[in-house]
């Protein structure tokens, strides 16, 4: 009986507090504008002695259960007692001026600079050597935007200066890379292409200050230089000078990177130009600026031009390097040229083949333009010594007339026929016993659909019956099976 009452006394005792529980909230967030939200956790105070369960130690006397009835407190307020300050005194609980972490989450603060970017600070590394108070509020107000300073007042003292002045700690001005991050940099120069700067090269032989802010000031777009200043000692002329480091004139290859350039020519197709071969043998200077302007459509020249000895002609006048008019094919590359010949179909003419044995010169320009569509020709015209016929001549080789096939492919022809089957006729078989003008053009015209002739006609000599007369070959009256798949 005892023991029912007590567990009954047990239960009444232990309702209350999950009763409450039900419906305390325990993580409350206090915005704070200088250094952000606190977290206030009610169950952790109900752990402590001092408050326990005992909700009336706080309520209403040091915080209003209602929000809006509680005034804002200053960290000074509770440092002389009041809100958080009654308990946290240093006695009953750690002091509010004891560590600040406790309650105020510290991060990494990243500070926007202009002309070097991105500057970080790390509470964590200074916290592991400073107490907060020593830096907040009177060299750094706890409030975004609140700090601004130069490197001159820092110099003086002033915000890092304060301990970064070379004796508490490394000096504002000694190590630059320390705070500000370096990074490699590209100008855009429109005349060569993009040219990279490396700081982690330059900062291994030399300290920020050589540089910055003299000779360059540390902000993108404000350091624009020619090379003809440059060679005056401005910018980077200042140290490459040919003494201290290389010269701005003597190697452009390190700074500027080259390529291969295509000059698209409406005539013979793209020219390719390798600065690596060149390069190899001649210095920058003895081609630019004087034969060339190092830009892009500046240097548009002919080939009469260049035979004058300018562009590439002045070099390539057969005494320090080939010609330009020796070997096209060194510049120019040849391709296989295909003639669309409605008549016969396509002809193949082969650059390979033909400059195996003459020069460009002995055809181009006098007898072929160099350009596509610009020689068109016919077989009559060649007969008479124009375009290809002015070689193909019977003597300097082989005539435009003796062998057809030499250049106009031959196939076997299909001739649809409804009634007795499709009718082929086999150009292999006939070459090998007759020459093409036997039976072009008087009884063929070589083109499709032009020939269509009757069995009658063929028994009276036209066409086929020509030579199908049973004395020069079988008759087109007697074995039809021949050419007719029945």
């Known amino acids: ?69 509680n005034p804002v407190f200053t960290m000074s307020d509770m440092a002389d007692g009041k809100s958080c300050g009654v308990c946290h005194n240093g006695t009953r ?29 790390s509470h964590e590394v200074h916290l592991g050597m400073f107490g907060c108070t020593e830096c907040h509020p009177d060299l750094f107000k706890p409030q975004q935007g609140a700090n601004t300073t130069t490197m001159k007042a820092m110099e003086g003292g002033a915000s890092c200066g304060a301990c970064h002045d070379g004796s508490t700690a490394f000096g504002v001005k000694s190590d630059c890379t ?80 080259t390529r291969n350039i295509t000059f698209n020519v409406a005539a013979t197709g793209p020219v ?44 390539h006048d057969g005494s320090t390097a080939f010609g330009v008019e020796s070997d096209c094919t060194s510049c120019h590359p040849t391709k296989e040229i295909v003639f669309p010949v409605k008549a016969t179909g396509p002809v193949t003419f082969s650059h390979d083949v033909h400059t195996g044995m003459y ?40 005539a435009v007339k003796t062998d057809c096939t030499s250049c106009h492919p031959t196939r076997d022809v299909t001739f649809p026929e409804d009634s007795t089957g499709n009718v082929t006729f086999s150009h292999d078989v006939h070459t090998g016993m007759y020459s093409c003008s036997e039976c072009h053009p008087d009884l063929f015209v070589p083109q499709a659909g032009e020939n269509i002739v009757g069995m009658d006609a063929m028994g009276n000599g036209k066409s086929c019956g020509a030579c199908h007369d049973g004395n020069t070959a ?12 029945m």
Not at 366 to 389: H, I, R, T, V
Not at 474 to 485: K, L, M, N, P, T
Request: charged share 15%.
């Open 1 to 69: 009986m005892t023991s029912r009452w007590l567990l009954i006394l047990f239960l009444l005792l232990i309702t209350p507090a999950f009763v409450y529980a039900r419906w305390i909230e325990d993580k409350v967030m206090m915005p704070v504008e200088a250094t952000g939200p606190v977290e206030f956790s009610h169950n952790l105070h109900f752990e402590t002695k001092d408050v326990g369960r005992n909700c009336p130690s706080c309520h209403n006397d040091v915080f209003n259960i209602v929000v809006s009835k």
């Open 359 to 398: 020069g460009c010169g002995d055809c181009h320009t006098g007898l072929f333009l160099p350009q596509e569509g610009k020689n068109p020709a016919s077989m009559s015209d060649m007969e008479g010594g124009a375009s290809c016929g002015a070689c193909h001549d019977g003597d300097t080789a082989f």
């Open 93 to 121: 609980a750690f002091a509010v001026d004891g560590d600040c972490t406790t309650c105020h989450k510290t991060r990494d603060i990243a500070m926007q600079v202009a002309a070097t970017g991105i500057v970080m600070f």
């Open 272 to 315: 390719g130009f390798s600065h690596d071969v060149h390069t190899g043998m001649y210095g920058c200077g003895e081609c630019h600026p004087g034969l060339f302007v190092p830009k892009a459509g500046m240097n548009t020249k002919t080939m009469a031009q260049m035979n004058d000895g300018e562009s590439c002609g002045a070099c």
């Open 178 to 257: 320390t705070c500000h991050p370096t990074r490699d940099i590209t100008f855009n120069v429109a005349a060569t292409g993009p040219v990279g700067f490396s700081h982690d090269i330059h900062t291994g032989m030399y300290g920020c200050g050589a540089c910055h802010p003299k000779v360059f000031i540390p902000q993108a777009g404000q350091n624009t230089k020619t090379m003809k200043q440059m060679n005056k000692g401005a910018s980077c002329g200042a140290c490459h000078d040919g003494s201290t480091a290389f010269g701005v004139k003597s190697d452009c290859t390190t700074c500027h990177p």
């Open 474 to 485: 079988f008759s087109v009256a007697e074995a039809c099976d021949s050419c007719h798949q």
